[in-house]
């Protein structure tokens, strides 16, 4: 029997002792009978009105939910045909308040999925005129009124997708054309001449449509550009690249590269001869630079190593290290290593400086435990005897203290590193 059928039970129970009870009494009082049967009709209408009052209330509370759920079934029918989604199908056996639970969450969870649905539309539209004016390119081909299926956002996310990528390799190819093309203005001396020529060396280059027929013609210019170049003037502006990045890398004075101002524009012969020597003296400055800073940044290297309490074989794995062709390259994979080294330093900083402090307190308990052992201390006159034993003392609580709290960050050193700590 349930608990409610239980509390029914016991309600009818009560109501009868109450009944009799109030029999006894008017029993004791002495009322009629006449005025005992109006009393007990009084109790029963208020009890009834009660009652009746009760089950009207949950009669329309049960015509409430049966309302909300078919408001709800056709909300769910319109939205599941909007989203071209399935039906969803209720489950069997359900109680009225059970349906209308489910109904208002499904219910919320279309509505949900809608505004998510027409939220990513809304972004795939305003990508797509983006994409349409940097590209001129024709809008992609969906009807902007109503809700897409799952299957129309997939595919209007895969062609912007597609898009986008064209995009960005038509900008790189951009960006390639006109320093080349601006380049070679340079070289010849020439000054942009065309409201096109403007366009692309004058505009913002996110400005700049990236339609076929302008990608097109940037690459006729430049053909057209380089067609005008002989084969002297070609080496000359490889070697005048190469000065000029080399001037900056080195950061070389004015005063040096004021010499080379006559031959860094004209191309005749005596041109070519001194820009060639210049190049190689730039050339032998770069390796002397490279060579000084690479041993430096090699020193701290070093010192990190220890800091870190790197062992031979992850020193050795850092071959670089050896290397002694000193190029920009090895510089970079050193400024990689030392740059690496500075962040496991920090991360752990607490833990090395931890060991750090281990080893330098331990080298000294063992001195000071040597000395104890000495004979020869008792031949001290002058204080040092107590002080180191007291020192001694300090050191037998303090290192088991520091043991323990080391162990901790070691466990957790080798949990994320999957490897032995020393």
Same mark, same amino acid.
């Given at each position: 029997?349930?608990?409610?059928? *239980?509390?029914?039970?016991?309600?009818?129970?009560?109501?009868?002792?109450?009944?009799?009870?109030?029999?006894?009494?008017? @029993?004791?009082?002495?009322?009629?009978?006449?005025?005992?049967?109006?009393?007990?009709?009084?109790?029963?209408?208020?009890?009834?009105?009660?009652? !009746?009052?009760? /089950?009207?209330?949950?009669?329309?509370?049960?015509?409430?939910?049966?309302?909300?759920?078919? *408001?709800?079934?056709? =909300?769910?029918?319109?939205?599941?045909? +909007?989203?071209?989604?399935?039906?969803?199908?209720?489950?069997?056996?359900?109680?009225?308040?059970?349906?209308?639970?489910?109904?208002?969450?499904?219910?919320?969870?279309?509505?949900?999925?809608?505004?998510?649905?027409?939220?990513?539309? =809304?972004?795939?539209?305003?990508?797509?005129? +983006?994409?349409?004016?940097?590209? #001129?390119?024709?809008?992609?081909?969906?009807?902007?009124?109503?809700?897409?299926?799952?299957? $129309?956002?997939?595919?209007?996310?895969?062609?912007?997708?597609?898009?986008?990528?064209?995009?960005?390799?038509?900008?790189?190819?951009?960006?390639?054309?006109?320093?080349? /093309?601006? $380049?070679?203005?340079?070289?010849?001396?020439?000054?942009?001449?065309?409201?096109?020529?403007?366009?692309?060396?004058?505009?913002? =280059?996110?400005?700049?449509?990236?339609?076929? !027929?302008?990608?097109?013609?940037?690459?006729?210019?430049? #053909?057209?550009?380089?067609?005008? %170049?002989? =084969?002297?003037?070609?080496?000359?502006?490889?070697?005048?690249?190469?000065?000029?990045?080399?001037?900056?890398?080195?950061?070389?004075?004015?005063?040096?590269?004021?010499?080379?101002?006559?031959?860094?524009?004209?191309?005749?012969?005596?041109?070519?001869?001194?820009?060639?020597?210049?190049?190689?003296?730039?050339?032998?400055?770069?390796?002397?630079?490279?060579?000084? *800073?690479?041993?430096?940044?090699?020193?701290?290297?070093?010192?990190?190593?220890?800091?870190?309490?790197?062992?031979?074989?992850?020193?050795?794995?850092?071959?670089?290290?050896?290397?002694?062709?000193?190029?920009? @390259?090895?510089?970079?994979?050193?400024?990689?290593? /030392?740059?690496?080294?500075?962040?496991?330093?920090?991360?752990?900083?607490?833990?090395?400086?931890?060991?750090?402090?281990?080893?330098?307190?331990?080298?000294?308990?063992?001195?000071?435990? %040597?000395?104890?052992?000495?004979?020869?201390?008792?031949?001290?006159?002058?204080?040092?005897?107590?002080? +180191?034993?007291?020192?001694?003392?300090?050191?037998?609580? #303090?290192?088991?203290?520091?043991?323990?709290?080391?162990?901790?960050?070691?466990?957790?050193?080798?949990?994320?590193?999957?490897?032995?700590?020393?």
């Amino acid at each position: 029997m349930r608990v409610s059928e *239980v509390h029914a039970a016991e309600s009818v129970a009560y109501f009868n002792r109450a009944l009799v009870k109030l029999q006894d009494i008017w @029993e004791e009082i002495g009322i009629p009978e006449e005025q005992r049967l109006q009393r007990t009709n009084d109790v029963h209408n208020y009890i009834k009105g009660l009652l !009746d009052m009760m /089950i009207t209330e949950e009669e329309d509370l049960k015509k409430r939910l049966i309302k909300t759920i078919e *408001v709800c079934r056709k =909300e769910m029918k319109m939205l599941c045909s +909007e989203l071209q989604l399935p039906p969803f199908e209720e489950e069997s056996g359900c109680t009225i308040l059970q349906i209308e639970k489910n109904s208002r969450t499904q219910l919320e969870g279309l509505k949900t999925h809608k505004k998510q649905r027409v939220e990513e539309f =809304e972004s795939l539209l305003a990508k797509d005129r +983006e994409l349409c004016d940097i590209m #001129s390119t024709t809008p992609f081909s969906i009807d902007k009124d109503s809700v897409p299926s799952l299957k $129309q956002l997939e595919t209007y996310r895969a062609y912007l997708d597609d898009l986008t990528k064209q995009k960005e390799q038509r900008h790189e190819e951009f960006v390639s054309l006109k320093k080349d /093309i601006a $380049q070679c203005m340079e070289d010849l001396e020439r000054q942009p001449e065309t409201s096109f020529e403007m366009d692309v060396l004058c505009e913002d =280059e996110e400005a700049f449509c990236l339609s076929t !027929d302008n990608i097109s013609a940037l690459k006729m210019l430049l #053909s057209q550009l380089q067609e005008r %170049k002989a =084969e002297i003037e070609l080496r000359c502006t490889t070697y005048r690249t190469k000065i000029q990045e080399l001037w900056e890398r080195l950061n070389i004075p004015q005063e040096e590269r004021d010499p080379l101002s006559e031959h860094m524009l004209k191309t005749k012969k005596t041109n070519v001869e001194a820009l060639q020597t210049e190049l190689k003296r730039l050339e032998e400055l770069k390796i002397q630079s490279l060579k000084s *800073v690479t041993e430096a940044v090699r020193a701290e290297i070093a010192l990190l190593w220890e800091k870190c309490f790197y062992c031979e074989e992850q020193r050795q794995a850092f071959s670089a290290y050896q290397d002694d062709e000193f190029t920009e @390259e090895l510089l970079d994979l050193h400024e990689a290593e /030392i740059n690496k080294l500075k962040k496991c330093y920090e991360d752990h900083k607490e833990l090395f400086e931890g060991v750090t402090k281990w080893q330098s307190n331990w080298t000294l308990y063992l001195e000071l435990d %040597k000395k104890a052992n000495d004979p020869a201390r008792f031949n001290n006159r002058g204080g040092n005897l107590l002080k +180191e034993e007291k020192q001694r003392t300090d050191l037998q609580k #303090s290192i088991p203290k520091l043991e323990k709290v080391l162990k901790i960050q070691i466990d957790e050193w080798e949990l994320e590193n999957r490897g032995n700590f020393l």
